[in-house]
């Protein structure tokens, strides 16, 4: 093995991200040292990114299977039967540190990882959603991230073809030095032509296609399983670069031969690329394979073995096809102007060897790089309880606040993001951004998906439990307020640093939580990804993010047409609120935004009244009852209430007592609340259903006019539309400037 230098010292052991511990094991798989090639691929496979060393003990506690499920975790996606013989495919990943390195690369890449993930199993991608977490609006490089991961996110999405039909944003300092850009692609497939990872076959070829390799992205999976250290711009090369053109060309070419019966398995190339493809597919089959660097296609000239396994360059496939459709394959991938390449074969061996320049330059057994990698009970402590909230005000000028809280970071409109984003391609988007979730109709059929992404990570951090419960029971709530039944979710697991027992403790309440919150609603985690050490050393950082649980919930409409808007439709509807209110402030935005306190428990989930509520509101909305509906949130019910106003430009009269003080009854955060309107000749039937579903249903007041009018005891509070619409729209615009799309 003349090629393979330098020698291994403990200082290249500890720059490849293996502790003392983890290197030891390397030596007892192999009863040798390993060489440098060897040692890359130990680092990449045993890396956080992509063994999940610190997670796997906990994500075995999450709910993944149910009657729906054709797939749960451990595909490259998750597969839900949606009838008529087709499945929805879907996942959500995350792009965090290439995002804060190369804010529009790193996003870009994000959203071409995605969407390999989910046409890698023969689904066409129908749309795209995204969960982003910025830091403090006035910090001196937020302007710059946010520019660029939203002009990422559209440069890519836009030119592939798929449409981004929804999605979140926050500001919180804690991500001032560790922004998270989480990446959400559904698609549908025919459930007889699903595609799966395990390679099969002694002696199938092994097919590479796709774009050639190049020296981007080397390392990134180590980079993502650590820290921010001072040099963050130092690690600008790990960052891959991504082109959506050719990307549109791979997918249009694999589902093509995905009509035909020569594929085996398939495997994106995702992080750590090669290698990882590799030793996923043969690992999955118990086969060993053998690959010849030499036929990698290859941008550069002179790289090396260990720089093609580690490279990260995007547009990549791997495939083991049936002997002798070689031919039939590489004439579809020529014709899409792709590269085609046999580079290896299917083994009986049970070891990935790699041959180049003549030379074994790697033979390793597959067991230790995959399914015997590392797996880490680590110490965690349970987040303290929040003491209860004292020393509010229990009223407060209504009018007033609601203009503040409306143009806040959290709160203000997202027009400015959602608008670089094409919303629509494919012509089968239904409800686009700005509602409880996205609605995209199953082409050619009267059937729709219902897509939303969601999480709240100040309650996260507060009480990871509850925060895990909540965020959950969000997602499924808002598939519910369109009149969506919700199939299943996945997951994208944002923490910092696993090593501090505090930090794993935030991870494993916010486990309990979610596993409760989707056996009680029965909606499985059906993929996911985990992303650690999202905390920084670097200027202006210093601290972990918050815990972020990002849930993407998919959810089923027998009928599009039948789908909920949030719009208040016309003056003269009656408007209600469903579910139980206690008022509850703490960790609210009120509370932030107002008061400038970020304290207190947060909101409690009666998981029994969510299901009560969700499943009464689907109902109506399906039966034509409700014409407006809209979740409770960030911001409480006033909140909800403006936003029903402003998407249908109708004002509402609130003159129906409340149970509490005004703070508590318009700004309280609590859970499973929906507001909706019915026509008013229907309240009476509408109050007695409610009453017989055992989901508490108050009327509210009124829509109509071009005010706000909130009636009180002691005082009116009243606010125009055009003043809530005029700050709601102003935050962006002013945070970006006006050529902020083209920075």
Not at 105 to 130: E, K, S, Y
Not at 484 to 496: I, K, R, V
Not at 513 to 539: H, W
Not at 614 to 631: K, N, S, W
Request: net charge negative; proline share 6%; charged share 20%.
């Amino acid at each position: 093995m003349s090629q393979i230098t330098p020698q291994i010292t403990p200082a290249l052991v500890a720059e490849h991200g293996l502790s003392p511990e983890e290197y030891d094991r390397v030596l007892h798989a192999l009863g040798r040292e390993p060489n440098l090639v060897e040692l890359g691929i130990f680092s990449v496979m045993w890396s956080e990114h992509c063994s999940y060393k610190s997670s796997r003990i906990h994500l075995k506690k999450l709910p993944t299977t149910g009657p729906q499920v054709i797939c749960g975790p451990g595909e490259n996606a998750g597969v839900v039967d949606i009838g008529d013989g087709q499945a929805a495919i879907f996942k959500m990943e995350s792009h965090n540190h290439p995002s804060y390195i190369e804010p529009y690369q790193g996003a870009a890449t994000g959203v071409g990882g995605i969407l390999r993930d989910v046409f890698t199993m023969g689904a066409r991608p129908i749309a795209n959603m995204n969960a982003l977490r910025f830091g403090r609006p006035d910090h001196p490089r937020m302007r710059h991230l946010i520019a660029g991961v939203v002009h990422g996110i559209g440069g890519y999405g836009n030119c592939v073809g798929v449409p981004t039909v929804g999605g979140e944003v926050n500001f919180h300092p804690a991500y001032d030095g560790n922004i998270l850009v989480n990446a959400m692609t559904v698609g549908i497939a025919d459930q007889d032509k699903i595609f799966y990872s395990a390679a099969s076959g002694v002696g199938n070829p092994i097919v590479y296609v796709g774009s050639k390799t190049g020296r981007d992205g080397i390392h990134g999976a180590t980079m993502a399983s650590a820290d921010f250290a001072d040099d963050a711009d130092a690690k600008r090369p790990t960052v891959q670069v991504g082109d959506p053109f050719t990307e549109k060309l791979l997918i249009e070419a694999c589902l093509e031969l995905m009509a035909s019966d020569a594929i085996v398995a398939i495997q994106d190339m995702g992080a750590a690329g090669l290698t990882s493809s590799s030793v996923e597919m043969a690992s999955k089959g118990g086969v060993g394979i053998e690959l010849i660097m030499d036929d990698v296609p290859q941008r550069e000239t002179g790289m090396t073995a260990y720089e093609m396994m580690l490279s990260e360059s995007q547009e990549r496939m791997l495939m083991v096809l049936k002997p002798g459709r070689e031919p039939e394959a590489e004439a579809i991938f020529r014709k899409w102007e792709l590269d085609f390449a046999v580079i290896g074969r299917v083994t009986d061996t049970g070891r990935m060897v790699l041959k180049h320049l003549g030379e074994t330059v790697c033979d390793l057994p597959l067991g230790p790089l995959a399914d015997e990698a590392p797996s880490y009970d680590r110490p965690w402590v349970p987040t303290p309880p929040q003491p209860p909230l004292t020393g509010l005000p229990d009223e407060t000028d209504i009018a007033a606040d609601l203009l503040k809280l409306m143009g806040s970071p959290d709160l203000a409109s997202r027009r400015w993001i959602w608008e670089q984003y094409d919303t629509s391609v494919g012509a089968d988007t239904v409800q686009r951004p700005g509602g409880d979730a996205a609605v995209v109709r199953v082409h050619g059929t009267d059937k729709a998906l219902a897509i939303t992404t969601d999480c709240t990570p100040r309650y996260c951090f507060a009480d990871p439990v509850e925060g895990g419960r909540q965020a959950i029971a969000e997602a499924w709530r808002n598939l519910c307020a369109v009149g969506a039944t919700p199939l299943a979710a996945t997951d994208c697991m944002n923490f910092g640093n696993p090593q501090r027992p505090e930090i794993m403790g935030q991870f494993v309440g916010c486990i309990e939580g979610m596993a409760d919150a989707c056996r009680q609603l029965d909606f499985p985690i059906v993929s996911g990804n985990v992303s650690l050490y999202n905390e920084s050393k670097a200027t202006g950082g210093g601290s972990a993010i918050l815990p972020t649980p990002a849930i993407g919930g998919v959810g089923l409409l027998a009928d599009w047409r039948k789908s909920a808007t949030l719009a208040f439709k016309q003056s003269g509807d009656i408007i209600l609120v469903l579910g139980t209110r206690t008022g509850h402030l703490g960790q609210s935005l009120w509370l932030r935004e107002v008061h400038g306190r970020e304290e207190g428990p947060p909101p409690p989930v009666d998981l029994a009244a969510e299901r009560r509520a969700g499943e009464f509101v689907r109902r109506h909305i399906t039966a034509g009852a409700i014409t407006a509906c809209h979740d409770v949130s960030d911001g409480g019910l006033a909140v909800a209430i403006a936003e029903m106003a402003l998407a249908g430009n109708v004002g509402a009269m609130i003159n129906k007592p409340q149970p509490f003080g005004c703070a508590r009854a318009f700004f309280g955060e609590d859970q499973g609340v929906y507001v909706v309107t019915v026509a008013d000749h229907a309240l009476m039937a509408f109050l007695h259903a409610a009453h017989a579903a055992d989901v508490e249903a108050q009327p509210l007041g009124r829509t109509g006019g071009t005010r706000l009018i909130f009636e009180r005891t002691h005082a009116d509070y009243a606010v125009a539309l055009a003043a809530l619409r005029d700050t709601h729209e102003r935050f962006f615009p002013g945070l970006m400037g006006v050529d902020a799309a083209l920075a």
